[in-house]
T-cell receptor, first 121, second 112 residues
Framework: GAVVSQHPSWVICKSGTSVKIECRSLDFQATTMFWYRQFPKQSLMLMATSNEGSKATYEQGVEKDKFLINHASLTLSTLTVTSAHPEDSSFYIC?????????????????FGPGTRLTVL | RKEVEQDPGPFNVPEGATVAFNCTYSNSASQSFFWYRQDCRKEPKLLMSVYSSGNEDGRFTAQLNRASQYISLLIRDSKLSDSATYLCVVRLGSGNTGKLIFGQGTTLQVKP
């Protein structure tokens, strides 16, 4: 399958600082990227959907001013957690989906990055 | 009510056992259905799609009952390497749009 990378894989920061997480599709162009958050023993929760070149669509309850998403190119999306607090500590996972291939109507699999574990002290 | 519900387990089974996981979803507009596998502290990976006619991939069999909004996964001849969390996932929306909704996951521990 296609490869999606995330950087950094883990980060520890002080409360009040901002943290940027990068998500890259390495061998395909991702027209749509998704950002999820997963707390221990809970399911992945979709935070936002971003399409290249346009503003991200945030899920209900996710603060767009706190979680800044930029999808400036077809291979890169970034999530910035601004003024992070301990309750933001979580596993952040991005996912990328290719554009629809010509003549193909089947589901385009979403490929997940390896995740970024954020710990805010 | 959660959109996708699973028994969190854990299911502890011996090697060679057959184990079944169940999942229910609440949104009748759900269009596509999947099982993902997630290892500890790793990202989820697609195990298989689920079709109304039922489908099989080696030791894994998935079933979908749209009328009951129920999805199942059967694992035969369990291996130690099957130990993981299995996520039931539905996709809202048709075609190639729509977002994935994840269940909480069912943890499987296969013991020697």
């Amino acid at each position: 399958g296609a490869v999606v990378s995330q950087h950094p894989s883990w980060v520890i920061c002080k409360s009040g600082t901002s943290v940027k997480i990068e998500c890259r599709s390495l061998d395909f162009q991702a027209t749509t990227m998704f950002w999820y958050r997963q707390f221990p023993k809970q399911s992945l929760m979709l935070m936002a959907t971003s399409n290249e070149g346009s503003k991200a669509t945030y899920e209900q309850g996710v603060e767009k001013d706190k979680f800044l998403i930029n999808h400036a190119s077809l291979t890169l999306s970034t999530l910035t957690v601004t003024s992070a607090h301990p309750e933001d500590s979580s596993f952040y996972i991005c996912s990328a989906r290719q554009g629809v291939a010509s003549g193909r109507a089947s589901y385009n699999e979403q490929f997940f990055g390896p995740g970024t574990r954020l710990t805010v002290l | 009510r959660k959109e996708v519900e699973q028994d969190p387990g854990p299911f502890n089974v011996p090697e060679g056992a057959t184990v079944a996981f169940n999942c229910t979803y609440s949104n009748s507009a759900s269009q596509s259905f999947f099982w993902y596998r997630q290892d500890c502290r790793k990202e989820p990976k697609l195990l298989m799609s689920v079709y109304s006619s039922g489908n099989e991939d080696g030791r894994f069999t998935a079933q979908l009952n749209r009328a009951s909004q129920y999805i199942s996964l059967l694992i035969r001849d369990s291996k130690l390497s099957d130990s993981a969390t299995y996520l039931c996932v539905v996709r809202l929306g048709s075609g190639n749009t729509g977002k994935l909704i994840f269940g909480q996951g069912t943890t499987l521990q296969v013991k020697p």
